[in-house]
């Protein structure tokens, strides 16, 4: 029987992958071509981040809600390519603003005067933890951020994203990632959110965004990186997790896709590459010298084809690049090259709980558990 397949639902996501899987291997072909190995270009990236830092073109006057974002994707980015030492000066600029941004009642708001929001908190929180300095840690003023983590607890065990906001597995790990980074993760704070976070486990093994709800890249990440920073990651649900995560691998393309049946993205190659090193802290290394995926095949996805040629990484080819899959592409990509055994370190060690670089994570928890303010 002949059944016909119409351009649109699941017929154009399959469209749109195969184009996206040609367009893949366009960029590999060349590259085998050339036969040589294609360098990340860290020069080119540093300049593109730094470019917008200083200045952003008028489309971004859509982000005005998200400038913690934009200083965390830029500063983290910074951070992998190891130059934040040269850039000193940026930084104290940028802990300065993220000052303006905070609310006298705790948190962070989108900007300055806008009223707190769980995720430009955890964006605020970790760029300052990254700068790294007495002055960048200093701004968060830890006692009201407390207050404000607690007054977005929900009976439910979730938490909301601001005021009368919506409750979805975003917000519980933004809320416990900065309590835990600044030595505030109280028992009022983390009672009943275990419960709450494991309603969101689906059938497949991921996360959805709530209960019922799809498993997807994004919230598979904060469910799993949620629980085990309530030490509540048992090994049941880490391998259900970890066979959903490993099969969002994409063949063809070699980079991860962040649902069932859907593109290739690099920003996955954190939110779901990320999954790996903390899944593995729960069930132990796989023995096999690395994390289990093909690191190798997402390195070149993410070098061979998501590099923009004016600096910056892209979604995919045929995109353009932007700060979000910068920061997210050198995040997975750090994550990659700093499996077991590896030797081909050429970013920063990530930290894949907090997603900033290890030495600026393990520098901020001792500073911030060393002074009490509970």
């Not at 995109?319 to 590896?342: E, I, M, N, R």
Request: glycine share 10%; aromatic share 8%.
């Amino acid at each position: 029987m002949y059944i016909p397949i119409k351009q649109g639902g699941t017929a154009a996501t399959m469209f749109a992958t195969v184009a996206a899987e040609r367009a893949v291997q366009e960029d590999i072909v060349r590259l085998l071509a050339d036969n040589a190995e294609v360098p990340l270009h860290r020069t080119a990236h540093t300049v593109f981040c730094l470019s917008s830092a200083h200045a952003l073109p008028s489309w971004a006057t859509s982000l005005d809600a998200s400038r913690p974002w934009l200083c965390f994707w830029i500063v983290h980015s910074l951070a992998l390519l190891d130059q934040m030492e040269s850039n000193a000066d940026l930084m104290g600029q940028v802990a300065r603003f993220l000052a303006t941004c905070q609310s006298v009642t705790g948190g962070f708001g989108g900007g300055p005067g806008q009223i707190p929001h769980l995720a430009p908190t955890y964006a605020a929180v970790m760029t300052l933890a990254e700068i790294g300095t007495r002055e960048a840690w200093d701004v968060i003023d830890r006692a009201a951020l407390h207050r404000f983590l607690l007054s977005r607890k929900h009976p439910s065990g979730g938490f909301t994203m601001h005021d009368q906001g919506e409750i979805d597995i975003r917000g519980a790990y933004c809320a416990l990632a900065a309590a835990n980074l600044c030595a505030i993760a109280s028992d009022d704070l983390r009672a009943g959110v275990g419960d709450w976070l494991r309603s969101c486990q689906t059938f497949e093994g991921g996360f959805g965004g709530e209960p019922g709800n799809e498993a997807h890249g994004g919230y598979a990440f904060c469910g799993v990186a949620a629980l085990l920073l309530l030490g509540e990651l048992d090994a049941t649900r880490a391998r259900r997790v970890l066979r959903w995560a490993v099969h969002r691998q994409m063949t063809v393309a070699g980079g991860f896709q962040g649902r069932t049946n859907k593109l290739v993205d690099s920003c996955y190659s954190y939110w779901v590459g990320g999954i790996m090193p903390l899944v593995d802290l729960v069930l132990g290394p796989a023995g096999v010298g690395h994390w289990l995926y093909n690191e190798d095949a997402l390195r070149d996805y993410i070098v061979g084809c998501c590099q923009a040629k004016g600096g910056g990484l892209k979604d995919k080819p045929g995109k353009h690049a932007d700060l979000y899959h910068t920061c997210y592409a050198l995040s997975g990509l750090s994550l990659a090259q700093h499996q077991p055994d590896s030797e081909r370190h050429r970013l920063c060690s990530n930290n894949p709980l907090f997603n900033v670089v290890d030495r600026s994570a393990t520098r901020a928890l001792e500073y911030f558990a060393s002074r009490p303010v509970l």
